[in-house]
């Protein structure tokens, strides 16, 4: 732009100085002048569309930014919480397993051996409770038999069809 604005000004100061008195030479200068002055304008609006994408490109930035920064804190926030629950439960968990440990040592190992093995094939699911006569994991209705032994507690009871290991409430 700075070289455009020198070469308008210098074809003006031939044009409007006096030193040229040739008709179609001024003419020519000042068709030169005029082209010269709208290359200008069209490059003064290029440079202010320009400018004005910037400023909003600047003002898109600063908004995603401050966008990462609220959603960065939300982040350490809920890292701090988790951390917070991670050792709450792990301590839960201490607790629960020294209880379980316990707690084995009151039953049998052939029950143990069991419980651990239906544990292992159904996903976490040992032992269910009988509802209405009915196994509360695979829900088969339940022998009379099978349901009198459960109800008893006497002895470990097991669906005749899942195999689960049976409780009455």
Avoid: F
Avoid at 22 to 32: D, G, Y
Avoid at 41 to 67: I, T
Avoid at 95 to 117: C, F, M, P, T, W
Avoid at 143 to 155: C, E, F, H, N, Y
């Amino acid at each position: 732009m700075d070289d455009l604005r020198s070469r308008v000004s210098g074809v003006e100061d031939k044009l409007y100085g006096g030193s040229v008195r040739n008709p179609k030479e001024l003419a020519s200068m000042q068709e030169e002048a005029n082209i010269l002055r709208g290359q200008l304008r069209r490059r003064e609006d290029e440079l202010l569309d320009l400018m004005v994408r910037v400023e909003e490109r600047q003002a898109a930035l600063r908004e995603a930014e401050e966008s990462l920064s609220e959603v960065e804190k939300r982040w350490q926030q809920e890292q701090k919480e988790l951390a917070s629950q991670k050792g709450k439960l792990e301590g839960e968990l201490a607790g629960l397993e020294e209880k379980r440990r316990q707690q084995s040592g009151l039953i049998g190992a052939q029950v143990l051996v069991l419980y651990d093995n239906l544990w292992e094939r159904r996903q976490g699911r040992a032992v269910v409770k009988v509802e209405r006569g009915m196994c509360g994991g695979c829900r088969i209705s339940l022998p009379m038999t099978v349901l009198q032994k459960a109800r008893s507690g006497l002895d470990v009871v097991q669906c005749v069809s899942c195999e689960r290991i049976l409780y009455v409430s």
